[in-house]
C-alpha cells in the first residue's frame, strides 16, 4: 500500500496527542497517550508508538505514514532536528529527527510546539489574509509563536517567542526558569492557582477548597460563579497578559492576537476578564490604546486544534532550510481542516 497519511504529533507535558490526516489534510484520527518523560534515548519509540495507536483508530498501520511533523515543548532546533533543552520532558540534546526517521523510514520534522502551531493557523489563513499575528498559548507554561510579514519568528537562538518570560511583575514570584515575576511565573494555570491559593491558605473566605488543593480551572470557574479570592486571581492574570501584549504592541506593533491552551478553554471565564483587563491598559494612554485595537484578541475555528494541525502542516511541509521557511501564502485555501 502506498504511503498516504500525515502524522502530526503534539508532544505534551501530561500527553502526546496524535493527529492523522490524509492529503488532503481531512483528519482521520485524533488520539492522545500519557507523556513518557525522561528516557531522551527512547523519545523516538514513545512517538512511534503513540502514532501506532492513531493508526489503530483510523483502521492504518505504520507502513501507511508518509511524513511525521512533532511540536516539542522546548527550545528546538528545527534544522539541526534535536531538542536542546525540553524542561517538562526532562530531555536535553536530544536527537529526535534521527530517531523517529530510523525507526519509522519516512521524513520527519520537528519545531518548538507553540511555532508549530503559529505556522499551522498561518498556512491556513484561520485569521484571515493577515501578514502579522501572535499565537499565545496559556497552560501550564505560556509561550508565543510570532508572525511578522508572513514569516514564523525563530531569533538566532530559536527563542523568539519566549513571552512567559517577559517580567511583567519586577521581584513578584519565582518562575520556573529562575527569574522573579515572569508572566509565567503569574498568569500561567498554576500561577493563577498559586494566586488563589496564597489567598485561601491566608484564610480568606473562599467557594475553593481551603487546604489549598485545586486547580486553574477550578479556580477560573469559581470566578465565572462570583467568588471573590478567584476573581481577584483572574484578574491578576489578566492584566499579567494584558500588560504583556502591551509589551509586544509597542515593540512590534502587531494587530492580531489569539489564544489556544489549556487554560484558555475555561472560554468566557477566561477571555471577558482578559477584555477588561485590556481596557484598563488602553485607558492609560492614547499610545497603549492605539497598540491595543478594539479587535485584537480573534477567536480561533471552534474546535480548532492548533497543536497537532500545525503538527500535520510541519509533517507536510518538511524539514526545510531556515532561509526558506514558512514561504508566504502557502497553503492558501486549505480550510478542509476546520472540523
Ligand atoms: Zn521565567
Redesign the pocket.
Known amino acids: 500500500m502506498s504511503r498516504r497519511l500525515l502524522a502530526g504529533v503534539d508532544i505534551g507535558g501530561t500527553t502526546v496527542a496524535v493527529r492523522l490526516a490524509d492529503e488532503d489534510l481531512r483528519s482521520v484520527a485524533r488520539t492522545s497517550v500519557p507523556t513518557v518523560r525522561g528516557e531522551p534515548d527512547r523519545a523516538g519509540e514513545h512517538v512511534r508508538d503513540a502514532i501506532d495507536a492513531a493508526c489503530a483508530e483510523a483502521g492504518a498501520i505504520l507502513g501507511d505514514i508518509a511524513a511525521v511533523g512533532i511540536g516539542v515543548p522546548g527550545q528546538v532546533d528545527p534544522d539541526a532536528g534535536t531538542v536542546s533543552t525540553a524542561v517538562n520532558l526532562d530531555w536535553e540534546h536530544v536527537h529526535l529527527v534521527e530517531q523517529v526517521e530510523a525507526l519509522l523510514g519516512v521524513p520527519c520534522a520537528i519545531d518548538n510546539d507553540v511555532r508549530t502551531g503559529a505556522e499551522g493557523i498561518r498556512a491556513q489563513r484561520l485569521l484571515g489574509d493577515i501578514p502579522d499575528f501572535m499565537y499565545v498559548s496559556v497552560g501550564t507554561g505560556i509561550a508565543a509563536g510570532m508572525v511578522v510579514g508572513d514569516r514564523l519568528l525563530y531569533g538566532a537562538h530559536q527563542l523568539a517567542g519566549e513571552l512567559?518570560?517577559l517580567v511583567v511583575a519586577p521581584g513578584g514570584p519565582r518562575?520556573?526558569?529562575?527569574?522573579l515575576g515572569?508572566l509565567?511565573?503569574i498568569a500561567s494555570g498554576p500561577g493563577v492557582a498559586a494566586i488563589a491559593r496564597r489567598a485561601v491558605t491566608g484564610g480568606a473566605p473562599s467557594l475553593l477548597p481551603a487546604s489549598g488543593e485545586f486547580t486553574a480551572a477550578e479556580v477560573y470557574a469559581a470566578a465565572a460563579s462570583g467568588d471573590g479570592v478567584a476573581e481577584h486571581a483572574v484578574r491578576v492574570g489578566a492584566d499579567a497578559i494584558a500588560w504583556a501584549l502591551h509589551a509586544v504592541g509597542v515593540l512590534i506593533d502587531i494587530p492580531v492576537v489569539t489564544f489556544g491552551g489549556g487554560v484558555t478553554t475555561a472560554g468566557p471565564a477566561f477571555f471577558e476578564p482578559l477584555e477588561q483587563a485590556l481596557d484598563r491598559v488602553r485607558s492609560t494612554s492614547a499610545l497603549a490604546a492605539a497598540v491595543l485595537p478594539r479587535d485584537l484578541v480573534r477567536p480561533l475555528p471552534a474546535g480548532y486544534e492548533a497543536g497537532t494541525w500545525g503538527a500535520v502542516l510541519l509533517a507536510r511541509k518538511g524539514r526545510v532550510p531556515s532561509g526558506a521557511r514558512a514561504t508566504p501564502r502557502e497553503g492558501v485555501g486549505d480550510r478542509s481542516m476546520h472540523r
Do not use: I, K
Not at 518562575?175 to 527569574?179: D, P, T, Y
Open positions: 512567559g518570560h518562575c520556573a526558569c529562575g527569574q515572569c509565567e511565573a
